[in-house]
Every structure is written in C-alpha cells, then in structure tokens.
C-alpha cells in the first residue's frame, strides 16, 4: 500500500458524503444506479491524498481500486522492456478504474500523482459486498461500462483516417 494519506474523517462526514454521492452521481460506471444504491456506495468510498510522485498505483498491481480524480493530476506510465514512457495526463473530474471492481485485473499502467492529488477510492471487497445485498444493479452497471467503451472508440476512430494500418488491426475492444 502507498504512504498515501486518508482525509480527517471528522472534517465535515455529511458534507463529504454528499459530495461523494455528487460526484458518484456524475460519474458514468454509477450514474444509472438508485439513489439508495448510490448512498451506500458514497458512504465506502474514502478519499486518499498523494504526494507529487506518488505511485497512486503500479503497474502489475491487483489493488481492487477503483478511483476518481478530485483534485490534481496524474500520469498514465507504462514500462515495456524496462522503458517507461507517459501514455498521458490525467486530471481532476476522470473515473479510472472500475473494470477492477468487478474482478481481478493486473494493473496495465501505472498511475502517478504529478502533483498534489486527492481521490475518492472504491474497494473491490467494499463493491462486492454491496452487489450481495443489490445484485440488481449488476446489469445497469455493464450497460454503462459497455456504453462507455463504445463511446470510447468511436471518439479514438473518429477524424483518424491517417492511423496506421498496424494500429487499425489492433483496434475494435468495443467487439468484446
């Protein structure tokens, strides 16, 4: 686990957990779930701080993690062969994820705080015990990942004629 550091749970834990549930609320993995649902759901989520170069995680990891980004940046890295390179930059307002709170996923990236960053954090064992209870929301949830990765590649296809032939092969994750 990283050094990261957990807010003051006696700050304003009404305040907090209204902004966890605003935030859960615009955020597309919960926003067509019941309200009752998103309540519990807002009220396991903690906030974590991480320090500028702070792993917020690592790849190979199976943290069970799922976060949303309240304040700060952060860098997508992947290392290859020893050789790490920036995938891009990730800023306050961006979910990033939440396949992992639907089972074991080893880490593709890693994910590192390039400034002060606070984030709302969702466990996997938190997740899972609530879908016990909710089994329900199961397929909103899939609907609203599957929307989402469609979306997805649509915005990366769209306006990229000029992708290479290589690259257009390895495309089509929406196919899955």
Partial sequence: ?????????????????EENLEILRQTYFFSGLPLETLKIFAYLCTRE????????????????RAFYLISGKASLERKDNGN???????KSGEFIGGLTLMGEIRRLFSLKATEDTICLVLEREKFSKTLQQFPDIMPR??????????????RFLAGRGDMCGECMVNLGVSLI
């Fill in 1 to 17: 686990m990283s050094s990261s550091e957990r807010n003051d749970a006696n700050a304003n834990p009404s305040s907090e957990l």
């Fill in 49 to 64: 701080k991480f320090k500028k170069n702070e792993y917020i995680f690592k790849q190979h990891e199976d943290d069970g």
């Fill in 84 to 90: 790490a390179r920036e995938i891009r930059d990730c």
């Fill in 141 to 154: 949830i899939f609907k609203a990942v599957a929307k989402h990765i469609d979306s997805w590649e649509e």
